[in-house]
């Protein structure tokens, strides 16, 4: 039984043991699906894949607790997450604005802010992203109402009594 005309999609080898000679199969890389890189590659690499990947345990240990806790008091407080980000935002503007007046009373140079410009480019760009997610939202309301789309159908309406 002559296997030579079989396609090998990850591009490995067998060995005469029967196991595959494939460098992501070694315990000091982490290959997914026989791709050439490996997770912490493909996410990123560097400090944040460490992580994300929870190479670095106690940091990623220390997010989920701040995140939990920062999530429990917002719930708790009753303030919705935009009211609380744009009570930072003005907090943060106001500060900024006390640090250029501090500045100029002691006559000290300020750090320039960059300039935020939006080009016309920019603002057309976004305006056509968002009107073919506006058209394909139309195009799936259209389906689910001439029934075209079942199994969507009874996805919006077991969805929408749901709070």
């Known amino acids: 039984m002559d296997n030579s005309n079989s396609e090998d999609f990850c591009g490995v080898e ?3 043991d ?5 460098p992501a199969s070694t315990s000091s890389s982490y290959k997914l699906l026989g791709r050439q890189a490996t997770v912490h590659q493909m996410v990123g690499g560097g400090k944040a894949a460490d992580v994300i990947l929870w190479r670095r345990s106690r ?3 220390g997010i989920v607790v701040v995140a939990t806790f920062s999530w429990l008091s917002i719930e708790r407080s009753g303030v919705s ?3 609380l980000c744009s009570d930072v935002l003005l907090i943060l503007v106001v500060l900024q604005f006390i640090r250029a007046n501090y500045a100029a009373f002691r006559n000290k140079p300020l750090q320039t802010l960059p300039e ?3 080009t016309e480019e920019m603002v057309n760009n976004a305006a056509a992203s968002f009107r073919a997610k506006v ?3 139309l195009l799936m309301a259209h389906d ?3 029934g075209k789309d079942f199994r969507l159908f009874f996805k919006v309406l077991f969805m929408l009594p749901t709070p």
């Open 14 to 16: 067998p060995n005469g």
């Open 18 to 22: 029967g196991r595959m000679d494939d």
């Open 59 to 61: 940091v990623s240990f």
């Open 81 to 83: 997450f935009l009211s």
């Open 116 to 118: 935020l410009v939006l």
């Open 135 to 137: 058209n394909y939202m």
């Open 144 to 146: 689910i109402t001439l």
